[in-house]
Antibody
Framework: EVQLVESGGGLVQPGRSLRLSCTASGFTFGDYAMSWFRQAPGKGLEWVGFIRSKAYGGTTEYAASVKGRFTISRDDSKSIAYLQMNSLKTEDTAVYYC??????????WGQGTLVTVSS | QPVLTQPPSASASLGASVTLTCTLSSGYSNYKVDWYQQRPGKGPRFVMRVGTGGIVGSKGDGIPDRFSVLGSGLNRYLTIKNIQEEDESDYHCGADHGSGSNFVVVFGGGTKLTVL
């Protein structure tokens, strides 16, 4: 069974950093691209970015709203995807979800981790 | 990039049917759209992908046969038959656009389905 568990969320001050983790199980992690999404309180879904598998270069793409501030990485030996968030803003407050990408379909999502950016 | 539009709310009685609509902006009639169900307090759950020819690929894990999709013109529909209490959820539609550094995933605002 595919399982994705996000962790690392919490309360952080504006301008500070936070790193989220997405621990995967139930599949060969290294074979898949992984994506991050977020959902601000009471709002809709927003794509954050994704990382390709090593077979496709392990490169990343980001939404314009986070480009230059957020970095996605992966450790295939541990089956973990990371979302490093720097220079956080209050508008980054959201529940952050990781997903597995299969043929462009985001078929499996985690339960999310809440990030609150506030002074 | 496309804009996806969803009505903010819908309602249906227990056991009835309801059709939710996701409308693509002009010029994007060939786009496929993904439907997601999000129960209160939970993460999104992939329902299925829909194009103008109907379902694309397979349904998400555990999605019952009561859920079906159609696509026509700029509209992508999700129909739920014999509505159950557990179907009360927010339903989001999303679509990929572009490639490489121009890649983006766009979403509609979501439709809150209330089961009466």
């Amino acid at each position: 069974e595919v399982q994705l568990v996000e962790s690392g969320g919490g309360l952080v001050q504006p301008g500070r950093s936070l790193r989220l983790s997405c621990t995967a199980s139930g599949f060969t992690f290294g074979d898949y691209a992984m994506s991050w999404f977020r959902q601000a309180p009471g709002k809709g879904l927003e794509w954050v970015g994704f990382i390709r598998s090593k077979a496709y270069g392990g490169t990343t793409e980001y939404a314009a709203s986070v480009k230059g501030r957020f970095t996605i990485s992966r450790d295939d030996s541990k089956s973990i995807a990371y979302l490093q968030m720097n220079s956080l803003k209050t508008e980054d407050t959201a529940v952050y979800y990781c997903t597995r990408m299969v043929g462009g379909v985001y078929g499996h999502w985690g339960q999310g981790t809440l990030v609150t950016v506030s002074s | 990039q496309p804009v996806l539009t969803q009505p903010p709310s819908a309602s249906a009685s227990l056991g009835a049917s309801v059709t939710l609509t996701c409308t693509l902006s002009s010029g994007y009639s060939n786009y496929k759209v993904d439907w997601y169900q999000q129960r209160p307090g939970k993460g999104p759950r992939f329902v299925m992908r829909v194009g103008t020819g109907g379902i694309v690929g397979s349904k998400g894990d555990g999605i019952p046969d009561r859920f079906s999709v159609l696509g026509s013109g700029l509209n992508r529909y999700l129909t739920i038959k014999n509505i159950q209490e557990e179907d009360e959820s927010d339903y989001h539609c999303g679509a990929d656009h572009g490639s490489g550094s121009n890649f983006v995933v766009v979403f509609g605002g979501g439709t809150k389905l209330t089961v009466l």
